[in-house]
C-alpha cells in the first residue's frame, strides 16, 4: 500500500512553502505567425536554469516549430502524432502524468523543449530530475492564457524563439522605496512632535486643556476604535473581493479627495512659512489668503489629473506617488495612538489581518490566490487597480521582460501608515517627557529601516512580494519595548502621558519617580 498521503490541504500548504525556494528564471517566448509582414509577440515562460541553459538574446536564439499538443496528455510513445514532433517545441497540458515523464516522451519524438500550458498559476519545472538523468530538453511553463492569446493572435502555424535575457543583480527600486518609506514615516512621526510640543505650550489652563481635548477627541486611536477600524477593514477586503468592479470606483473617488486635501495640508504648512505673498480677500466675514486659494486650485488639479490619466503607465505613477506620500504623511501627523498599548493592538492585529489575507487565504479561494493578491492585481481581469500603493516602474518596464514580471515594485500606504503611527507616538513620548535625544523616535525609525531592508532580502531569496508588516511589526515594536524597559519608563509609555490624560494623577514620569503629569507640563 505505500506510505499515508497527505491530506490535499497539509500537501498544498507545504507546496506553498516549497516553490518559492525552487530554483526558477524567467524567459522569453518570442513568436512569430505566416504573414507579409510576419506577426509577432513576446510571452513569458518560467524554467529551471539549473536544467537547461538558454541564450541571452533573440539573434542567439535558435528559431523551432510550435507543435500544439494539448488535446493529448503525451504520457506514451502512443500520443505523439504520425506528422511527428521532430525539431518542434511542443505544448502539453499540466497533469495526467509527471512533467518530466512527458519530457522524456518529447525528447525520444525529437522535440525541441516542451512546454507546459498551465490553468492557474506558474510553477517552475521542479523533480528528481536524477531518475531522468538523459533529459537534455528544454522544459518550461507559460500560462494557458498566454497560449491561447497566442492562437487567437498568431494563428496555427507558429514559430518560436526561446532565450532568457540578462537581468540585473541590483534593483534600483528598493532603494527608491526605502527612500520614500523611511522619509515619510520620519516627517510624519517629527510633524505629530511638532504638533504635540504646540499643545503642551498651550496647556496652561483647564479651560484651554478641555477645549483642545474635545477638538481632537475624534483623531485619538482608542483600543476599542483599534478593534473596530481592523474589523470595518476585513470587511472592506472582502466586500472588495466580490464587488470590486463597483467598488473600486469608490475607492478611487475617496482617494481623489482625501490626496487632494493631504497634499494642501502638507503644502499649506510650508506656505504659511513663507513671508511673502500674504494678501487677503474677505468673504463673509473671513480673511482668506489668496495663495492658499491657488493652493487649494493646485492640489484639486494634481488629483483630477491623476483620476483621468491614472492608467497612463508611463508618468501617472508620479502622480499617485506624490498624492499618497501626501496622504500617508497627513493621516500620521494628524491621527493619534494614545498610548503603546493601543499601538501594540492596532499593529498586532494588521499583522494578523496582513498574514491571513496574503497566506491563508490562498486555500480559501477558487483559484488559489490570495486576497491581497488579487486586489493589488486587479481581480477577476480586471484592468483598474486600487491607488493604496506607491509605485516605482523597475527597469524590465523598458524592455521586453516586462511580459514576465511586475513592471513596478509596489509598496502598500499601510505598510507606511501604521508603524508611521507608532513612530509618531513615540515622537509625542519623548516630547512629553522632554528627552533631549529623542531616543525612541529615532530608535523607531532605524527599527523601521532594519525592517524594510530585512523585508527586501527576503524578497530576493523568495522571489516572491512579501507582506512588509510581517517584519515591520515586530521590528518596531521590539525595539520601542526594549528602549522604554532599558529607561525604566515602560508603565508610562504602555499607558500613555499625553495631554488627553493630564488630569489623571496615577501617570507617572517614570516607576521609580512618581511625579504627576500635568504639574510636569506645567513647569515645561
Not at 397 to 408: D, E, G, I, W
Amino acid at each position: 500500500m505505500g506510505p499515508p498521503r497527505p491530506p490535499p490541504a497539509a500537501a498544498a500548504l507545504l507546496l506553498g512553502f516549497l516553490l518559492p525556494l525552487t530554483a526558477a528564471q524567467e524567459a522569453i517566448l518570442h513568436a512569430s505567425g505566416d504573414g507579409a509582414p510576419s506577426p509577432s509577440k513576446d510571452y513569458c515562460l518560467l524554467y529551471n536554469p539549473h536544467w537547461t541553459a538558454l541564450p541571452h538574446t533573440l539573434e542567439d536564439a535558435t528559431s523551432v516549430s510550435l507543435k500544439n499538443l494539448t488535446s493529448t496528455p503525451l504520457c506514451s510513445i502512443s500520443d505523439i502524432p504520425p506528422e511527428g514532433i521532430k525539431n518542434k517545441a511542443v505544448v502539453v497540458q499540466w497533469g495526467t502524468c509527471h512533467v518530466l515523464e512527458k519530457a522524456r516522451i518529447a525528447q525520444t519524438g525529437g522535440a525541441e523543449a516542451l512546454l507546459v500550458a498551465n490553468n492557474s498559476v506558474l510553477f517552475p519545472p521542479s523533480g528528481n530530475k536524477s531518475e531522468f538523468h538523459d533529459l537534455k530538453i528544454l522544459i518550461a511553463f507559460i500560462n494557458h492564457k498566454d497560449f491561447k492569446d497566442m492562437k487567437q493572435t498568431l494563428g496555427d502555424n507558429i514559430t518560436v524563439k526561446i532565450y532568457s535575457p540578462s537581468w540585473p543583480n541590483f534593483d534600483y527600486t528598493m532603494v527608491v522605496i526605502f527612500a520614500i518609506s523611511v522619509f515619510t514615516v520620519a516627517l510624519g512621526g517629527y510633524w505629530s512632535g511638532l504638533i504635540e510640543l504646540e499643545s503642551m505650550k498651550a496647556m496652561t489652563n483647564t479651560e484651554d486643556r478641555e477645549m483642545r481635548r474635545k477638538k481632537e477627541e475624534h483623531l485619538i486611536f482608542s483600543p476599542l476604535t483599534v478593534v473596530i477600524f481592523v474589523v470595518v477593514c476585513c470587511v472592506m477586503m472582502v466586500l472588495l473581493y466580490f464587488f470590486y468592479k463597483w467598488l473600486v470606483y469608490v475607492m478611487i473617488a475617496i482617494f481623489c479627495i482625501a490626496s487632494a486635501m493631504s497634499l494642501y495640508n502638507c503644502l499649506a504648512a510650508l506656505i504659511h512659512k513663507i513671508p511673502y505673498g500674504q494678501c487677503t480677500i474677505v468673504c463673509r466675514g473671513k480673511s482668506i489668503e489668496v495663495r492658499l486659494i491657488f493652493l487649494a486650485g493646485l492640489c484639486m488639479a494634481v488629483a483630477a489629473v491623476w483620476a483621468v490619466f491614472r492608467n497612463e503607465d508611463r508618468w501617472a505613477w508620479i502622480l499617485q506617488d506624490i498624492l499618497g506620500i501626501a496622504f500617508c504623511l497627513n493621516l500620521i501627523k494628524t491621527l493619534k495612538l494614545p498610548n503603546f498599548m493601543s499601538c501594540v493592538i492596532l499593529l498586532g492585529l494588521l499583522l494578523l489581518y496582513d498574514v491571513f489575507f496574503v497566506f491563508i487565504t490562498p486555500f480559501i479561494t477558487k483559484n488559489g490566490e490570495s486576497i491581497m493578491v488579487e486586489l493589488a492585481a486587479g481581480p477577476f481581469g480586471n484592468t483598474e487597480k486600487l491607488p493604496v500603493v506607491i509605485k516605482v516602474p523597475k527597469l524590465a518596464y523598458f524592455s521586453v521582460m516586462n511580459v514576465c514580471l511586475m513592471p513596478v515594485s509596489i509598496l502598500g500606504f499601510g505598510d507606511i501608515i501604521v508603524p508611521g503611527l507608532l513612530i509618531a507616538y513615540c515622537r509625542r513620548f519623548d516630547e512629553q517627557t522632554g528627552s533631549s535625544s529623542s531616543i525612541y523616535y529615532i530608535s523607531s525609525i532605524i527599527a523601521y529601516a532594519v525592517g524594510m531592508i530585512l523585508t527586501f532580502v527576503v524578497l530576493v531569496l523568495m522571489k516572491k512580494g512579501q507582506p512588509a508588516l510581517l517584519y515591520l511589526v515586530p521590528c518596531t515594536l521590539i525595539t520601542a519595548s526594549v528602549v522604554a524597559w532599558r529607561r525604566k519608563e515602560m508603565k508610562r509609555f504602555w499607558k500613555g502621558n499625553s495631554y488627553q490624560i493630564m488630569d489623571r494623577p496615577d501617570y507617572a514620569t517614570n516607576e521609580e519617580n512618581p511625579v504627576i503629569a500635568g504639574e510636569q507640563i506645567v513647569q515645561q
